[in-house]
C-alpha cells in the first residue's frame, strides 16, 4: 500500500511562491509519473503536472509559466512550487502516483491552500 | 485545453443503475483509450474506479463499469448502493503529456 502526504503552508500571500512537498512511503518512486493536481473549493479537479522519476516534467499549459515541480529520489519527495499567486490558486492541493496513460492509483489526503493577505 | 463535459447531477433508486456521461473531443476521448473516472466523497481524496475506458483496479466493485463511442466515454454503476453516493469524475489524456479532467457529476441515491 502506498501512501502519499503533503505538506506545506496552508496560507499564502497574493504575490507570493505557493511551495508543497508530497512524501510517498513507498521506496519504488522509479517509473511513475508524480502528480499535482488541485480542487478549488466547491469546484472539479484540474490536472497541474508531473515529474517522471527520472526528472523530466510535463505542466498544464495554462500555469507553465508560474510553475515548477521538482524530485528528490534520495528522500522519496516531490515537490510543486507555483510562483505569483493570486486568490484563483486558493484550492486544496493533492499530489498523487499516476500512469503514463494518465490514471492516479494512490492519492494524498490533500492539503487546502488559501492566498489571502 | 477545456475541461470534459459531465452532467452536473445523476440519481437513482437503491437496486437501480446509472449511467454518466463524459463528452470530449476529437484530440482526448475520442483520440485515446485512456478514459479513467474516480469517485470523491465530501471531504476526501479522489479514489480510482476505472482506468483505460473499462479496466477496474483491484478492489474496485464490479457493478462499476466504463465504456466509449467516439468522443463520449460513460461510467455505469449498476445496482446503486448508498455509499455509491458521492461525486464521480472522468479524466482523459487529451495528447501532447497533458491530461483533462471532466466537470464532475454528484451522484445521489435516493
Redesign the interface.
Known amino acids: 500500500q502506498v501512501q502519499l502526504q503533503e505538506s506545506g503552508p496552508g496560507l499564502v500571500k497574493p504575490s507570493e511562491t505557493l511551495s508543497l512537498t508530497c512524501t510517498v512511503s513507498d521506496r519504488s518512486i522509479s517509473g511513475y509519473y508524480w502528480s499535482w493536481i488541485r480542487q478549488p473549493p466547491g469546484k472539479g479537479l484540474e490536472w497541474i503536472g508531473y515529474i517522471y522519476s527520472s526528472g523530466s516534467t510535463n505542466y498544464k499549459p495554462s500555469l507553465k509559466s508560474r510553475l515548477t515541480i521538482s524530485i528528490d529520489t534520495s528522500k522519496n519527495q516531490f515537490s510543486l512550487k507555483l510562483s505569483s499567486v493570486t486568490a484563483a490558486d486558493t484550492a486544496v492541493y493533492y499530489c498523487a502516483r499516476f500512469y503514463w496513460s494518465g490514471y492516479g492509483d494512490y492519492w494524498g489526503q490533500g492539503v487546502l491552500v488559501t492566498v489571502s493577505s | 485545453?477545456s475541461?470534459l463535459t459531465q452532467p452536473p447531477s445523476a440519481s437513482g433508486s437503491p437496486g437501480q443503475s446509472v449511467t454518466i456521461s463524459c463528452t470530449g473531443t476529437s484530440s482526448d476521448v475520442g483520440a485515446?483509450n485512456?478514459v479513467?473516472w474516480?469517485q470523491q466523497h465530501p471531504g476526501?481524496?479522489?479514489?480510482?474506479m476505472i482506468?483505460?475506458v473499462n479496466r477496474r483496479?483491484s478492489g474496485v466493485p464490479d457493478h462499476f463499469s466504463g465504456s466509449k463511442s467516439g468522443n463520449t466515454a460513460s461510467l455505469t454503476v449498476s445496482g446503486l448502493q448508498a455509499e455509491d453516493e458521492a461525486d464521480y469524475?472522468c479524466?482523459?489524456?487529451a495528447g501532447s503529456?497533458?491530461?483533462?479532467?471532466?466537470?464532475?457529476t454528484r451522484v445521489t441515491v435516493l
Open positions: 485545453q475541461a485515446y485512456y479513467s474516480y476526501k481524496a479522489p479514489k480510482l482506468y483505460e483496479p469524475y479524466s482523459s489524456y503529456n497533458n491530461y483533462v479532467f471532466g466537470t464532475g
